[in-house]
């Protein structure tokens, strides 16, 4: 099962058989005040930055979220766009809440996106996923519906089969579905982490998608973060998960991912690992 997207010179394949792919977090305004006020400027700049940023630091894929409260969001999402394909060229996943920024985005956008995101929401379903099926996108989908974010696995995985039945109506291949069950914080609920790590294996056993998850949540209101989100990853990938959205700069998480990679025969004479660890430490040369 592999999930093609791209940009105008480069492709990225996600698949069980193949490294990991890290998708980069940090364009998302949701927490970060420096970002969110460039942002309502129509500033790009710290965009640019944060974009070549991840790149070098090996993100394949960058999730691209604009949504500043107050502000026009279509024309940032475009603005946006514009200004992370002057300076990289990896794929993007365009990120929002609102379905008409996403239609601008996937209009302008040159290759083939992810989307992020659609759910197993009654409205989520009809509005989102014709997108995805007229601009022929891959998408993230989150297996949460009117319900809310079930705690109980069993209904993941009921939710995940809903969305791609629903999407098999309109055309989308099943390898253009990327499910995220959703990681919560295990500070709320000692059983979070275990739940997720199970519908990851009850997804991938079932459908054999590829699949995304949110690594940080897992440790929200938890000291050493760091750590948790680590150890997470390495769990999450043995289960199913191929293409974590997360912090590519941030070393342990990268660290872990190369190292997954390697130890499961995805990293061929370990070079991904070891080039990237002379990047990291060149005075160890």
Same mark, same amino acid.
């Given at each position: ?33 420096? %970002?969110? @006020?460039?942002? =309502?400027?129509? &500033?790009?700049? /710290?965009?640019?930055?944060? *974009?070549?940023?991840? #790149?070098? $630091? ?22 946006? %766009?514009? @200004?992370?394909? =002057?300076?990289? &060229?990896?794929? /993007?996943?365009?990120?929002? *809440?609102?379905?008409? #920024?996403? $239609? ?182």
């Amino acid at each position: 099962m592999q999930t093609v997207i791209s940009s105008p010179s480069r492709e990225v394949i996600i698949g069980h058989d193949q490294p990991v792919v890290m998708i980069g977090e940090r364009i998302n305004p949701t927490g970060r005040k420096k %970002l969110a @006020a460039a942002l =309502e400027k129509g &500033d790009m700049s /710290l965009v640019q930055k944060e *974009a070549m940023n991840q #790149v070098a $630091a090996g993100a394949q894929v960058l999730d691209v979220n604009v949504g500043v409260s107050g502000a026009d969001e279509k024309d940032l999402m475009l603005q946006a %766009l514009q @200004a992370i394909t =002057e300076v990289v &060229d990896v794929p /993007l996943c365009i990120d929002s *809440a609102k379905p008409e #920024v996403l $239609a601008v985005g996937l209009g302008a956008y040159k290759g083939k996106a992810l989307v992020n995101s659609v759910n197993g929401e009654e409205a989520k379903l009809k509005e989102v996923l014709p997108l995805v099926a007229q601009y022929k996108t891959a998408v993230v989908a989150l297996t949460m519906d009117d319900k809310g974010i079930p705690t109980d696995v069993a209904t993941r995985l009921a939710i995940a089969d809903k969305i791609v039945n629903e999407a098999a109506k309109l055309g989308i291949p099943l390898e253009d579905i990327v499910i995220d069950p959703l990681a919560m914080s295990v500070a709320a609920d000692d059983a979070a982490g275990l739940a997720a790590l199970e519908a990851l294996a009850g997804i991938k056993k079932n459908l054999g998608v590829n699949q995304t998850i949110g690594a940080s949540n897992v440790s929200y209101g938890l000291p050493d973060r760091k750590a948790i989100n680590a150890t997470f990853l390495a769990m999450a990938v043995m289960a199913g998960l191929t293409c974590p959205i997360t912090d590519p700069t941030v070393w342990p998480v990268r660290r872990t991912l190369l190292i997954s990679d390697l130890l499961t025969g995805k990293d061929e004479y370990a070079m991904n690992y070891i080039t990237a660890y002379r990047e990291q430490f060149p005075e160890e040369d």
